[in-house]
Nanobody, 129 residues
Framework: QVQVVESGGGSVQSGESLRLSCAFS????????MAWFRQAPGKEREGVAG???????NVGDSVKGRFTISQDKSANTLYLQMNSLAPEDTAMYYC???????????????????????WGQGTQVTVSS
């Protein structure tokens, strides 16, 4: 069982920045796939950015150029740097993870919510204009 715990959310003004953190427990298999998702009230959960344990990453089109995903493997922590925040970024942000078998290496990073097994409780981000 992998534990993931998000932190860093808050209320900011449009144009400001936030950095979310996700502390995760060690994967026994070594390889993993992780991602950030968000869900606004009344909307479906959206994949924001994903990263593989070797650092390969991608970012969703809606946040490309503004959000960056990174990791500190020594600290077992995933980050989401969010710049130029806008009111439409307001949502609950979730960290998700799944162990990655060697045969599945090429399938990560990925932004489909159904492809992740472990989820955090979320951290709220609110952006006001």
């Amino acid at each position: 069982q992998v534990q993931v715990v998000e932190s860093g959310g808050g209320s900011v003004q449009s144009g400001e920045s936030l950095r979310l953190s996700c502390a995760f427990s060690k994967f026994t298999s070594g390889g993993y796939c992780m991602a950030w998702f968000r869900q606004a009230p009344g909307k479906e959960r959206e994949g924001v950015a994903g990263i593989r344990s070797d650092g390969q990453s991608n970012v969703g089109d809606s946040v490309k150029g503004r959000f960056t995903i990174s990791q500190d493997k020594s600290a077992n922590t995933l980050y989401l740097q969010m710049n130029s925040l806008a009111p439409e970024d307001t949502a609950m942000y979730y960290c998700a993870a799944v162990s990655l078998a060697p045969w599945a290496w090429a399938t990560c990073p990925r932004l489909g919510a159904g492809q992740y097994r472990y989820w955090g409780q979320g951290t709220q981000v609110t952006v006001s204009s």
